[in-house]
């Protein structure tokens, strides 16, 4: 199995900052990489496909890049919404894993 | 628009088993595919499997074979997730998922818990 390591596991920010999460897999998955946010008590939502095409409806705040083993979600100018876990999934190969999660904190 | 509505929360006992169901609409059901992804209390997302419709072909976790089974029924947009031998660990909110052949998840479904206790 391929696996997906995030880091960090959890970060604080700022409103208006610029935060960036990383996404490591353990062997080269091309850009098939995808990634969702989720709130509390909620489903998640996906954000990011193919490491970073926009999903429908998604703000531009949202950014992704990589390909390889070595990937980046970046959102701008945090807003009081955007606090929450962000998760990253390979599609490459079964099983299609997530990463352990980030979860982004208001400072 | 895309809606998956899944079936209502379960409390199952040990070594029973469980099935919930996922009713797709606002699009092509055999066009896409179906995950199941699960999350235990305060933990992340686990990918359970994932059917293509059109196919009838099911692909699952290898923790999962033997135990979960994924059918769809093209006559009535409906995903079904079963998974036997129930245990306390297996206590999550189970979620269903839309994708495409060669695209992850667009859309998901609201979730349901399945509560494991004697």
């Known amino acids: 199995d391929i696996q997906m390591t995030q880091s960090p596991s959890s970060l604080s920010a700022s409103v208006g900052d610029r935060v960036t999460i990383t996404c490591r897999a353990s062997?080269?998955?091309?850009?098939?990489l995808a990634w969702f946010q989720q709130k509390p008590g909620k489903a998640p939502k996906s954000l990011i496909y193919?490491?970073?095409s926009l999903q429908s409806g998604v703000p531009s705040k949202f950014s992704g890049s990589g390909s390889g083993t070595d990937f980046t979600l970046t959102i701008s100018s945090l807003q009081p919404e955007d606090f929450a876990t962000y998760y990253c999934?390979?599609?490459?190969?079964?099983?299609?894993?997530f990463g352990q999660g980030t979860k982004l904190e208001i400072k | 628009q895309v809606q998956l509505v899944q079936s209502g929360a379960e409390v199952k006992k040990p070594g029973s088993s469980v099935k919930v169901s996922c009713k797709a609409s606002?699009?092509?059901?055999?066009?896409?595919?179906i995950s199941w992804v699960r999350q235990a209390p305060g933990q992340g997302l686990e990918w359970m499997g994932r059917?293509?419709?059109?196919?009838?072909?099911?692909n699952y976790a290898q923790k999962f074979q033997g135990r979960v089974t994924i059918t769809a029924d093209k006559s009535t947009s409906t995903a079904y997730m079963e998974l036997s031998s129930l245990r306390s660990e297996d206590t999550a909110v189970y979620y269903c998922?839309?994708?495409?052949?060669?695209?992850?998840?667009?859309?998901w479904g609201q979730g349901t818990l399945v509560t494991v206790s004697s």
């Open positions: 999934q390979q599609y490459n190969s079964y099983p299609h894993t």
């Open positions: 059917i293509i419709p059109i196919l009838g072909i099911a």
């Open positions: 606002g699009g092509t059901f055999s066009s896409y595919t």
């Open positions: 193919a490491a970073s």
């Open positions: 998922a839309r994708g495409q052949v060669n695209r992850p998840i667009d859309y």
């Open positions: 062997q080269g998955i091309s850009n098939y």
